[in-house]
């Protein structure tokens, strides 16, 4: 089993979807790591990751909202699509089994709030 854990902050608001009659909270999540190069020029590295919730507790999508930083834990998989100059491009997908609230842009401080599958 593969396991990915992931503090990072939501791009933009999480849409709440229904496949197949079953609820998923759809929404991206970027990580960002910093570090200096060999010249000493501070790189910025951010990583996106394509989430998917499937709950029936679709009341937390209220909170995932733009800058909303949160602890993701999952299954991940990795896909190719093809963008609008047909090129093939890698994307990270995971299948979240726990969410947990960190803190909000929009907020001072935000309660940490945790939501298992």
């Not at 998923?24 to 570090?35: G, L, P, Q, R, S």
């Not at 937390?60 to 733009?66: C, D, E, G, T, W």
């Not at 890698?90 to 401080?109: A, C, D, F, G, K």
Request: positive net charge.
């Amino acid at each position: 089993m593969i396991k990915l854990q992931v503090i990072g902050n939501l791009g933009k608001d999480a849409l709440v979807n229904n496949v197949n009659g079953k609820s998923v909270i759809n929404f991206n999540v970027a990580h960002t790591e910093k570090y200096k190069n060999k010249d000493n020029v501070e790189v910025n590295n951010t990583t996106w990751l394509s989430c998917a919730y499937w709950t029936e507790k679709t009341n937390v999508a209220s909170y995932l909202k733009k800058g909303t930083q949160v602890f993701i834990e999952g299954k991940p998989e990795a896909k190719i699509y093809t963008n609008s100059n047909n090129m093939n491009i890698p994307q990270l997908h995971i299948r979240i089994s726990y969410l947990q609230l960190v803190n909000s842009r929009n907020q001072e401080q935000t309660e940490t709030e945790s939501f298992n599958q």
